[in-house]
């Protein structure tokens, strides 16, 4: 089935330092939705990007859609300790099923 | 909005015994999602439903696993036999239409020992 990878699956950072993960999939998306997962607690939705070539900001946070709709990344720029969690890209391509990656486990050190 | 509601949040059982855990959607979302987060497997999606009909349930891992939605507020996920490989955090996540993101509960941390 439709599968999603995500890499890396750990960062370190220093507090500052910039911070990217990346989604990459072996077939066209349909579209792409990022979520959060602080430490104990549950996924929360980021946003979604549904355009081929489509760029969002959120604050610090930036959102890239692959211009052949294989790939995404988000950026965060100079972590702060509260970026601390799990970052999950999902597909929602495969009808209304949302799988999601592996997911980026990101650490900021103070 | 409360938000989805999950119950109970921890469950800790012997093997062998049923557990039962249940999910209050947010009103108004036609659509209910269980997943099983895990360390090795990581975020699975075991069934969803569409009004309160199981529409894909091809992630539930095996005969020991069922789900129910007997109406739009609620919905239940049964293990029966336990086993100690299936300890993880179960989420249930709502959404109101198909496309839409997900909104998750504060999960169910199960410990079968």
């Known amino acids: 089935g439709q599968q999603v990878m995500q890499i890396p699956q750990y960062q370190h950072v220093q507090e500052g330092e910039d911070f990217t993960t990346y989604c990459n999939s072996s077939t066209t998306l349909s579209n792409i939705q990022w979520y959060k997962q602080r430490p104990g607690g549950h996924p929360v939705f980021l946003i979604q990007l549904v355009k081929s070539g489509e760029v969002k900001k959120q604050k610090r946070l930036t959102f890239q859609f692959g211009e052949a709709k294989k790939n995404s990344s988000l950026h965060i720029t100079a972590t702060q300790t509260t970026d601390v969690g799990t970052y999950f890209c999902a597909d929602h391509t495969g009808g209304f099923k949302t799988i999601f990656g592996a997911g980026t486990r990101l650490f900021v050190k103070a | 909005d409360a938000g989805v509601i999950q119950s109970p949040r921890h469950e800790v059982t012997e093997m062998g015994q049923e557990v039962t855990l249940r999910c209050k959607p947010i009103?108004?979302?036609?659509?209910l999602f269980w997943y099983r987060q895990t360390m090795m497997r990581g975020l699975e999606l075991l069934i969803y439903f569409n009004n309160n009909v199981p529409i894909d349930d091809s992630g539930m891992p095996e005969d020991r696993f069922s789900a129910k939605m007997p109406n739009a507020s609620f919905s239940t996920l049964k293990i029966q036999p336990s086993e100690p490989r299936d300890s993880a955090v179960y989420f249930c996540a709502s959404s109101p239409l198909g496309s839409s993101p997900l909104h998750f509960g504060n999960g169910t941390r199960l410990t079968v020992t």
């Open positions: 009103s108004g979302h036609d659509y």
